[in-house]
């Protein structure tokens, strides 16, 4: 079975303005702890995580599963895509979705039928509470980007869209605002070009307009959003002679033109950049930044972020987080009230999971914490729902002592980690899962056990009152 990549790539940021913005001083993870993460629903103070149902299958015995991602809906129904085998040579693209006010998943839905070996596809859910998967349908002489979209109270999939066509696509984004309007942009090498496209449709039922190349030159690893206002942007890791760098576009609501790019990062060696933005409209972008020191003394590799208040137009200082090797970084967690949690893998002592916080209200970053209670895999998930609540889940080694992997997850709750769950019944060969959160803090979990997927879901319980 394929293992896939998806952790490493993500989108979401609002708009900036023209301009080269200024770098700011970089300092560590030393400042006191993060504040709480408050909540923004009436309820969501009162109540706590509930335990974990009971796992079910998701997919039968008969074919091998590979999960792609589960995502929940502003809506709060609960989506899993995932890869199925078929003739040989091929993959299904399937789709099962379970309503909010259900405990079961709808009958799964082939989206499309691809070839072996792809690794190109995105479920990215909508605040207008639509959903979307947007994937690559590789041809032998080019190649055709196309979405289905889930809209709000439906019951099934649209008919696929074709968005373009290429010779071969490399890494994409896609992102979806509240009025329905959509962007893709994707990563394309031209001869010894690496350039950047992307694509525009105004509303769910609109045409995509004609790709446009925003980067000619030394582009990769794209990430988009839309914002509430229906602007967008545009952030990729930028390729010269002196590093990478990370530079970021976007169009104002109604504009024709892009911005000129902007500078946000120091250059660097290293992965792509993730980027995110909370309801509040703060933004977050960080990537994971390698400084060589020479032969002797080896390398700088550091977690860099940085931040952008609601409504505004610059960046904040750089924020770095040390550690002698980064394995993966995720998108950031953009709370209700502009707080931001990162979630990483790093060696210390063990390939472990690792987190920090920054409070909106201080600016100050936590103490990083180690949430994997083992030797971690390379693949984990981090969600955050709109009430605060964070989800992460992770595949390691069987605590027992069994050869083979088992699924984990942990939650935090206004501000609270809890102790970490174990979701597989037993350990297998290979183990992946992703983890969702609804607007509610409600939770579910899809993993892979023995090849067929699991699922799992918490309710939200009410805390014993005060006596």
Known sequence: MRKNSRFITA????????????????????????????????????????PWSAPTALTG???????????????GDAVAVW?????????????AVRPAASTEWGPAEVLATLPEGRDSVLLVPSSDGSAAVTWV??????????????????TSWSAPVDIATAPVFG??????????????????????????????????DGAWSEPAALVDDGASWPQALVAADGSVTVAWADSAAEGMTVKVVTKAAGAADWSAPVLVSEPYEGGAPVLSQGPDGTAALAWVA??????????????????????????????????????????????????????WI??????GLRTADRSAATGSWSEVRTLSSGYVSEE??????????????????????????????????DGVWAASTRLSEKPSAYTAGSVSVGPDGNATAVWVQDDQLWTSATGLTPEAPAV
């Open 11 to 50: 989108a979401l940021v609002p708009t900036l303005v023209l301009g080269l913005v200024g770098l700011g001083a970089t300092a560590t993870a030393s400042a006191a702890p993060a504040a709480a993460t408050a909540t923004v629903t009436a309820t969501a103070a009162d109540r706590t995580t509930g």
């Open 61 to 75: 015995p008969e074919g091998v599963a590979d999960l792609i991602d589960v995502r929940t809906t502003a809506d």
């Open 83 to 95: 890869y199925s085998a078929a003739a040989p040579g091929e993959q299904e693209l399937r789709v």
């Open 137 to 154: 349908h590789a041809g032998k002489d080019s190649s055709v980007l196309r979405t289905a979209t889930l809209a709000k109270g439906a």
């Open 171 to 204: 890494e994409l984004a896609f992102a979806g605002g509240p009025s329905g309007k959509s962007v893709a942009t994707w990563h394309q090498n031209e001869g010894h070009k690496s350039r950047l496209f992307v694509s525009e449709r105004s509303g769910p």
């Open 290 to 343: 390698h400084k060589w020191l020479g032969d002797d003394i080896g390398s700088d590799i550091d977690v860099v972020s940085s931040v952008r208040a609601p409504g505004g137009t610059e960046w904040g200082a750089l924020h770095t987080i040390q550690s002698d090797s980064f394995s993966r970084l995720g998108a950031p967690l953009v709370g209700p009230d502009g707080d931001v949690t990162l979630v």
């Open 346 to 351: 790093d060696y210390q002592e063990t390939l």
């Open 380 to 413: 984990f998930d981090a969600k955050i729902g709109a009430d605060g609540t964070v989800q992460v889940g992770w595949a390691q080694g069987d605590e027992t002592g069994g050869e083979g992997q088992v699924f984990h997850t942990v939650a935090r709750v």
